[in-house]
């Protein structure tokens, strides 16, 4: 056994030989262990590890690095004792407080333009259009003196606002539109003195008069939109197109004859629109009214009512409507209007020409007949083709009027069929189309392709929409002595759509009148020419 004085004498022998070596071979003295770590240190029991060389200083001899001890690293640093993980919160933004949104917000009203001013509210609830329509028409008529001396009003070269519209509409509540319009070119005639040679008796009064004054109730179970006040019947294409879209100056003799009759297109009740079918290709319209006899929207008679539905379908849709092919049929059973003062119920049967000048009481009519009568019944077929820029369109409308009579004290018994329509062919000169609604199954506004700009110094703008087309149109009146005339009229039309807010259009009118067999008038056959142009803008 080696006693504990021999140890530490072969321990101080050892680390006097380690630090002659380290001086020789440049090791610095904080990498010899001290002797006091040395001779605390326990004996090894186990085998050591042969000795580890490395290249030294600069002399290249291998130096001897002594057993658990590294002359390249210091020792291991104690491990501290392990801490409480104490995680730092994470750096994030201030939070702000959420912003109490009240019911205002949801009403703020933000402004664009859709074809007119617009409103909406940011919840999109609410929502209000302001615009209206002008219509400024020329006209230049050359119509043969005997023609002249033989109608109501002779034809006259003039000028006149054709239509004067101030409109709003829009939704509120989101389900439920709404529509005000009023026409201010309107006009009575108002017979108040009598005649003489110096006083016609009469004077001519421009009024303002409701168009479009109803509501309409959306996606009502099984009914669709229900729309309920001052608003068109469903009967007739060309009549359920808007006046700002017409191809030609005024539609065709049925218009004036039948749908829009004395009271302007507008009739007071409640009508019904849905679409049926795969794609919204058909529309089923149906409703009741009561019948009106001046523009006013008004009726005091007992029983005077109308009945009217209308079916159409696509046969054909295509490219987004620039091909089509449209069919439809409507009918109406309707009573004659109550007229206060008058005994027994009135119906007018009458039409203007094809292109017109001056107030409305102004206008010449080259056929027409007051008849006493019951009731009557109206069936229309309507055909429109689309393909691409060429446009078909044409309607037949068959009149049957029971107890018809001249006089109230007529026998009854006889009836008066009276029957008209047209057929129209245009074409766009430009990449255009007619564009199709397939919610109404009518016609709707006109989109140019290349909106018309003006010049700059290094290019032209767009052209605008350029269009040509022709129409024959004609109105029979004449049934068993209940006579009226007939007539046949040919116009030619060129429509310049600069944008889809303004156009002008050119039209050129031949009108054949025969009145052989109306008493009143029965010297004034003859044709008519006549030359109209209109600037027309909406908004």
Known sequence: MISRAQRLLLTTIAFCFCCQVATAQGVRASEIPSLRSISHARVQQETPAPPVTRSGGNTGDPVLEPIGSSATSPPKATAAPPQKNEEKPA?????????????????????????????????????????????????????????????????????????????????????????????????????????????????????????????????????????????????????????????????????????????????????????????????????????????????????????????????????????????????????????????????????????????????????????????????NSEFVMVRGPWTLQSEYLFSNFHDARTAFGNPLGNSASYHGGYIQLLRYLTDDFDHYNKKTGVFERVEPSSKYARCSETSCGGTGAWQVGGRYNFLDLNDGGLNGGTLHNFTLGLNWFLNPNLKFQWNYMATVRNVDEVPAFAAGSGVVHGFGMRMAWDF
Not at 196 to 204: A, E
Not at 212 to 232: A, E, H, S, T, Y
Request: charged share 20%.
């Open 91 to 379: 750096d994030k933004k201030e939070e702000k407080p959420a912003e109490t949104k009240s019911p205002e917000d949801d009403l703020k009203m933000s402004a664009k333009w859709n074809n007119g001013v617009e409103l909406q509210s940011a919840n999109k609830q609410f929502k209000a259009h302001f615009g209206g329509r002008v219509q400024l028409d020329s006209a230049w008529f050359g119509a043969p003196q005997h023609v002249n001396q033989n109608i109501n009003i002779p034809y006259g070269n003039g000028i006149d606002f054709r239509r004067a519209r101030l409109r709003a509409d829009g939704t509120m509540y989101e389900f439920i539109d709404w529509a005000a319009e009023f026409d201010f070119v309107n006009s009575v005639r108002i017979r108040n003195q009598p005649v003489s040679s110096t006083n016609p008796g009469f004077f001519d009064q421009a009024v303002t008069a409701p168009t479009d004054l109803w509501v309409q109730f959306k996606d009502v179970p099984r009914f669709g939109q229900v729309r309920i006040g001052n608003q068109k019947e469903a009967i007739g294409f060309e009549h359920l197109v808007s006046s700002r879209f017409l191809p030609f100056m005024e539609r065709s003799y049925n218009q004036d004859t039948f749908y829009g009759g004395t009271f302007n297109g507008f009739t007071p009740g409640i009508q019904a629109t849905r679409n049926y079918g795969c794609d919204d290709l058909g529309v089923l319209q149906f409703g009741l009214f009561k019948p009106v006899n001046s523009v006013f929207a008004f009726n005091t008679g007992d029983g005077d009512y109308s009945a009217v539905g209308r079916i159409t379908r696509l046969l054909q849709y295509g490219d987004e409507g620039r091909y089509l092919t449209h069919v439809g049929f409507s009918g109406r059973h309707a009573t004659a209007v109550s007229q206060a003062g008058v005994p027994g119920r009135i119906q007018t049967f009458r039409t203007r020409d094809a292109i017109r000048a001056g107030l409305s009481q102004d206008w010449p009519v080259p056929a027409g007949i007051n008849l006493f009568g019951d009731d009557m019944q109206w069936l």
